[in-house]
């Protein structure tokens, strides 16, 4: 069966540090890959999606960025974050055929001082 | 554009009343539905689709929901609600484009004893 890990679970970083948030899928192969900030109080805001190794679409402009160097590997960085960027971080991961049911990660909630 | 609309930011109901949250969508084409489920802390889970077919449609946890295209509507049920379905309700579209979802606010379900 498929499996979505997300790592760290809980993070406090200061203002102006960088950022490295890790998501993994096992069990399936060429996943859709997706980052979600959830906001306190606030729906889901899609950030990046990838479809495939080294490809990535930006919903929303922002200091954040994404990368997918191996299939099922799906990373979150920024290099100095910003208050702004506080939230509930969720990894989703979708089979790569039509519309498909997105299955979430356990999310990171990132806390910046 | 596709939009999601959940009317109802926040219902409480007692435990074992039944429960309908409300979902209302905007979509050119026939719409695949979802509902999803978030404890505190949590990722969000899966508790139904709806793609094609029987407009009404059983998940997980004794929930269902029901498709009405004339209303463009998708709302979910449950006919006797546990304390343990205390959580947060997200009601969404699916975009054929690249199977991106687009969710809406979320609806809070508190339940009294």
């Known amino acids: 069966s498929q499996t979505i890990h997300q790592w760290p679970a809980t993070l406090v970083q200061p203002v102006g540090s960088p950022l490295s948030l890790e998501c993994t899928v096992e069990g399936t192969s060429n996943p859709n890959l997706y980052w979600y900030r959830q906001a306190a109080g606030r729906g889901l805001q899609l950030l990046f999606y990838s479809v495939g190794i080294g490809q990535i679409s930006s919903e929303v402009p922002q200091n954040l960025s994404a990368s997918r160097p191996q299939d099922r590997q799906f990373i979150l960085s920024s290099k100095k974050l910003l208050l702004s960027d506080s939230g509930f971080y969720l990894c989703?991961?979708?089979?790569?055929?039509?519309?498909?049911?997105?299955?979430f990660g356990d999310g990171t909630r990132l806390s910046i001082l | 554009a596709q939009s999601v609309t959940q009317p109802d930011i926040h219902i409480t109901v007692s435990e074992g009343a039944s429960l309908e949250l409300r979902c209302n969508y905007s979509y050119g084409a026939t719409p695949y539905l979802f509902w999803y489920v978030q404890s505190p802390g949590q990722g969000l889970q899966l508790l139904l689709k709806?793609?094609?077919?029987?407009?009404l449609v059983q998940g997980i946890k004794g929930f269902e929901a029901e498709f009405k295209r004339s209303q463009s509507s998708f709302n979910l049920r449950k006919p006797s609600v546990h304390w343990s379905d205390a959580a947060e309700y997200f009601c969404?579209?699916?975009?054929?484009?690249?199977?991106?979802?687009?969710f809406g606010a979320g609806t809070r379900l508190a339940v009294h004893p």
């Open positions: 709806y793609f094609s077919g029987d407009t």
């Open positions: 969404a579209v699916g975009d054929r484009g690249y199977n991106k979802l687009i």
């Open positions: 989703a991961w979708s089979a790569p055929v039509g519309v498909q049911p997105q299955h």
